[in-house]
């Protein structure tokens, strides 16, 4: 059984304007902006503008169009960035946190895109 929605989320109050973000880019069905709290020099969220919970939920939920035009925001965004690897040089880390595990803090789906510097390890060992 997938999350129910919250409709009072932060990213919700966000898309309907209620609270200011500051924002990168936007298409149909996405919004990109910079993350409030950075944890690298560069640190996007990019969100679908369709009710989404987590990644499964979306990717299992959301219209052809939808999941089309998030796809490549995220790539678009990385590319207004200028951290498209070319050789040896720039790159980024995607991360989508979902559910307590994941430890996710706001109930609508975000990729992170973190970077501007060497992100470091994937994560911290829990085996
Ligand atoms: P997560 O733990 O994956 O749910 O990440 C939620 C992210 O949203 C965190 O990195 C927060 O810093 C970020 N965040 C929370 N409120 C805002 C906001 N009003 N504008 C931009 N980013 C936010």
Known sequence: MPYSYDEQNIFAKILRGEIPC?????????????????????????????????????????RDAEIIDFTRMVAKVCGQ???????????????SNAGPDGMQEVPHLHVHILAGANIGPLTVKHT
């Open 22 to 62: 500051n924002k990168v880019a936007e298409s149909e069905h996405c919004l990109a902006f910079h993350d409030i709290a950075p944890q690298a020099p560069q640190h996007v969220l990019v969100i679908p503008k369709g009710a989404y919970v987590t990644y499964d939920d979306f990717a299992l939920n959301a």
């Open 81 to 95: 960035l200028g951290v498209c690897p070319t050789e040896a040089q720039a790159g980024y880390r995607l991360i």
